[in-house]
């Protein structure tokens, strides 16, 4: 079951850098009633002059705790992002409303259906925490992660990925990482845009049955559905979350 | 204005519905697509959206949200069904 959402009052309790372009943000919420994996929040922010701009954000934890972790990119025309990323402190407080959206979300069940995870840049925040939940339940449902990213300084959530794809057994992850502009020493790809063969080759097939989830940018969201089709992947067996520059 | 998707919806609807709406299931008043909500497509500006059918374009819904109200319009949308 989902909790019902209702605005809360959030402190922030935490920040660190999550990438040279991002952040991650810890928020503290009293009343939180705990959140699934791939929910998200809207935050709204009120101006001195009471103007007031709200957006959503992927949560990149889950659980019964009364605190979540986003990780915010920085969009330099968003009206919201750039706050969030370069001036809140330790201490402030926020509106939010969650937790959200029962659509986007994966919980561990007795099916084990496998999970094909498709992340663009920030895309990954839900997906993270959908990696992060299928390891602290220890479940064995296999699930392999696509995150196409522009450098490896891009990435968000390194260390807890790094720890998924190290589980050895049932329970491990495997991550395909696409550089699209610049590939780490040794990689064995040259960096290079996502394409139709690449996502062929690193996606579970149709035959195996996946649910799939894409999140990223409304570009990349749609060019992925678009090919996911062409490979045979049924409309409703890919769950998508678009999101735009915020 | 942003192209994004029913996912986005979850925060007005619940200014005026318990549960969650975004993975409830309407039919599409003019094509007839099942879909959840979370599938439509949504075009978003300040607080206005506009889903419409992922297959017809059809509008489904708008939802406004301003100042201290929520404004719900369910023209293109029948047969709504949410889990309770």
């Not at chain 1, 959908?130 to 296999?142: G, S």
């Not at chain 1, 579970?204 to 989830?213: D, I």
Request: aromatic fraction near 6%; charged fraction near 20%; proline fraction near 5%.
């Amino acid at each position: 079951m989902i909790a019902h959402a209702s605005w809360h009052v959030a402190t922030v309790s935490a920040t660190r850098p999550e990438t040279p372009n991002a952040r991650r943000i810890i928020l503290d919420i009293a009343d939180w009633p705990g959140n699934a994996a791939g929910q998200h929040v809207d935050i709204r922010l009120t101006g001195e002059d009471g103007y007031q701009a709200s957006r959503s954000y992927s949560i990149g934890s889950s659980g019964d705790a009364p605190s979540i972790e986003l990780a915010v990119d920085r969009v330099a025309t968003g009206e919201v992002s750039p706050f969030l990323v370069d001036d809140l402190m330790v201490g402030d407080q926020l509106e939010v409303r969650g937790p959200l959206g029962g659509w986007f979300v994966w919980k561990p069940d007795a099916s084990h259906r496998p999970v094909q995870l498709i992340a663009g840049g920030s895309g990954v925040v839900p997906l993270a925490a959908i990696v992060r939940a299928h390891r602290a339940a220890a479940d064995v449902t296999p699930i392999r992660l696509l995150y196409a990213v522009r450098t490896p300084d891009d990435v968000f959530f390194r260390e807890e990925l790094e720890q998924a794809a190290g589980d050895t057994g049932s329970s491990g992850v495997r991550v395909d990482y696409v550089f699209s502009r610049r590939a780490p020493d040794g990689a064995s790809r040259p960096a290079g845009r996502l394409t139709r063969e690449l996502l062929g080759e690193l996606v579970l097939p149709p035959e195996q049955n996946p649910l799939v989830y894409v999140c990223g940018s409304t570009p990349f969201v749609e060019r992925v559905l678009g090919w996911l089709q062409e490979l045979g992947h049924e409309v409703d067996d890919v769950r998508a979350e678009r999101f735009g520059g915020s | 204005m942003q192209k994004l998707d029913g996912n986005v919806l979850a925060g007005p609807m619940s200014q005026v519905m318990t549960g969650d709406a975004t993975s409830a299931r309407g039919r599409c008043a003019h094509c007839g697509d099942v879909a959840a909500l979370a599938q439509a497509v949504v075009y978003a500006d300040g607080g206005w959206y506009v889903a419409r059918c992922r297959r017809c374009d059809n509008v489904l819904l708008t939802i406004v949200e301003a100042d201290d109200d929520v404004r719900l319009t369910m023209t293109g949308i029948t047969a709504f069904t949410m889990a309770v």
